[in-house]
């Protein structure tokens, strides 16, 4: 089940995606996402291009890329099933209450399509950038920001630290799945209620573990004299290079292209 | 007989960047009754190999027998071969979840299916097995000190009556005390119930104080197997592959070398003092010494 969950899992292939500035990446993420909601109808193509592109230059294999969309699965259903049996408009096929209109199979079409790409538009950004990278180019974004008093940097780490530790804490559960079912653990159960009851032995230490680590993280910190943002330089300043600026023109050039074909054709 | 690995491969995440091979054929029998040690320095494969044992994880190739039945076999109830082999994994403090000791330890025989004084009676004789007393039992297992706390874990298996024990490095980060309190118990259910014992561990003067068969794992491949003696004999070559034997076996030597008939071989503190003494022609009595 944890394990499923790809984002803030790093994936070294060293592709021309994996050596971009992340602020390019994390830009170009956001330009994507709100792509995908700007778009309507036939935009999608354009947008699916452009991921596709994307994750075929990432050298990613298409099994771990996809891994992400597992843990969506559920909800995936829900909104396919909700859009298309609650949209009214024109018939085109009932059975008792239930009825499918024309309007609800494009709606749930469009909202799998968005939820699809929104979850692999972050895990391709999320694969091919480090934690640590990540948190620099957020820093480094939303750096103006710390004029307003928001705490940017203390934001950056909390996130960097949450994402870090997903797979550390994907890995303890397995111990713990594996040391409960040592000890008899059923895990595939019958029923709602059995099924519910089989997580408190896994979920119990894992929220232990979690508390100990987080605090043992704490004092490894303040060890280490850590005392948020104020002066505090980095190891690898973040430098934009040519790629940078190629990949990021066209990216303008992409938001450009979405935006023309929403306003011109209503796409 | 009892637990039979043959030509076992495993491969962790085959096929993306982060694969990596655990062990490559293995062949292996721990029969009924022995008491065997697995080294190895990290990585070298044993924690893998013993979550084979019972079926945690399924071997890439080759394949695993218990009494002699594939347990990857169709139809093979592998959660009940769990409770035939039992397993205590590395800290297994960090696994305890429940409000009280006794209901902890409960955990495992009521997976099992047994009636609530069935369970208790179980964990009640777990429990004194491993030096928990009465008072305990309705304590919050994380007031326990860790050596408690640990010895709580391996009642939590204990109670499940297991025929086979394996333990992972149960010893670790115990101070000296709680390790001989643990590695004695371990041998004291070895001696009297008969139990299997599979023990792996980092430290050779514990294997070699308790264990009648030493496995030496070396990058997924059986490296040594044998009695400790046999196995501390190629010392030179266990410095080789990160290991070494215990520190008495490197005296003996050094007597050796220098001229005494003393027997190279000692793995343990006894065996060496009654070997030294022998020399010098005294015989092993306290005091003498």
Redesign the interface.
């Known amino acids: 089940m944890f394990r499923d969950i790809t984002i803030g899992q790093y994936?070294?292939?060293n592709s021309i995606i994996h050596r971009l500035d992340p602020r390019v990446k994390f830009l170009g993420m956001l330009a994507f996402v709100v792509s995908i909601f700007v778009v309507s109808n036939y935009g999608y193509i354009v947008c699916a291009a452009w991921l596709f592109t994307i994750i075929a230059l990432t050298r990613i294999?298409l099994n771990?890329m996809f891994k992400g969309l597992k843990m969506i699965l559920f909800i995936l259903v829900i909104t396919v099933v909700l859009n298309l049996f609650m949209t009214d408009g024109t018939i085109i096929w009932q059975w008792k209450v239930f009825k499918i209109t024309r309007e609800g199979l494009t709606m749930a079409f469009l909202m799998a399509m968005r939820l699809i790409m929104l979850v692999l538009g972050i895990s391709q950004m999320s694969l091919t950038t480090t934690p640590n990278q990540l948190t620099a180019a957020m820093e480094s974004l939303f750096k103006p920001l710390s004029r307003l008093h928001v705490p940017v940097h203390s934001i950056a780490m909390m996130m960097s630290i949450a994402l870090r530790f997903i797979p550390i804490l994907s890995e303890e559960t397995e111990?713990?799945r594996?040391?409960?079912?040592?000890?008899?653990?059923?895990f595939e159960g019958k029923g709602i209620m059995n099924r519910i009851r089989a997580m408190?032995?896994l979920l119990?230490?894992l929220f232990?573990?979690a508390f100990r680590r987080a605090t043992d993280l704490a004092m490894a910190m303040e060890a280490r004299c850590y005392h948020g943002g104020e002066g505090r330089t980095q190891m690898k300043p973040l430098k934009y290079v040519n790629r940078d600026y190629i990949a990021l023109a066209l990216l303008v050039l992409y938001l450009a292209v979405i935006i023309l074909l929403k306003v011109l054709l209503h796409w | 007989m009892s637990i039979t690995l043959e030509n076992v491969g495993f491969v962790y995440g085959a096929?993306?960047?982060y694969e990596k091979t655990a062990l490559k054929d293995v062949n292996l029998t721990i029969e009924d009754g022995e008491f065997v040690g697995i080294i190895g320095h990290t990585g070298s494969g044993k924690s893998t190999l013993i979550?084979l044992f019972?079926a945690?994880m399924q071997p890439t190739t080759g394949k695993v027998y218990y009494q002699g039945k594939d347990i990857w076999g169709p139809g093979y109830n592998r959660?009940e071969l769990?409770?035939h082999v039992?397993?205590?994994?590395q800290y297994?403090e960090?696994?305890?979840?429940e409000t009280d000791v006794m209901s902890d330890v409960c955990?495992?025989p009521k997976?099992?299916g047994l009636s609530k004084e069935e369970c208790e009676h179980q964990a009640s004789l777990a429990l004194s097995a491993v030096g928990i007393g009465e008072d305990y039992y309705k304590k919050s297992p994380?007031e326990l000190s860790g050596g408690e706390k640990r010895r709580v874990c391996i009642a939590?298996?204990l109670a499940?009556n297991p025929d086979v024990l394996i333990m992972d490095e149960p010893t670790a980060g115990l101070d000296p005390a709680g390790r001989d309190e643990i590695l004695d118990l371990i041998s004291r259910m070895h001696k009297n119930r008969g139990i299997t014992v599979v023990l792996v561990s980092h430290s050779m003067e514990d294997v070699a104080r308790y264990v009648e068969r030493l496995i030496v794992m070396n990058d997924g491949e059986k490296a040594y197997d044998g009695t400790p003696r046999e196995v501390f004999r190629n010392y030179e070559e266990l410095e080789k592959i990160g290991l070494s034997a215990p520190q008495v076996t490197y005296l003996m030597h050094d007597l050796k070398a220098k001229g005494f008939d003393v027997d190279e071989d000692a793995s343990t503190v006894e065996e060496a003092k009654t070997s030294i003494l022998k020399v010098f022609g005294m015989t092993d009595s306290s005091g003498e010494s």
């Open positions: 994936y070294p292939t294999p771990i111990k713990i594996k040391a409960q079912m040592a000890r008899g653990a059923d408190i032995p119990v230490p232990i573990t | 096929g993306s960047v979550q019972n945690l959660r769990r409770f039992g397993l205590v994994f297994p960090h696994q305890l979840f955990f495992g997976n099992q994380f939590g298996v499940m």
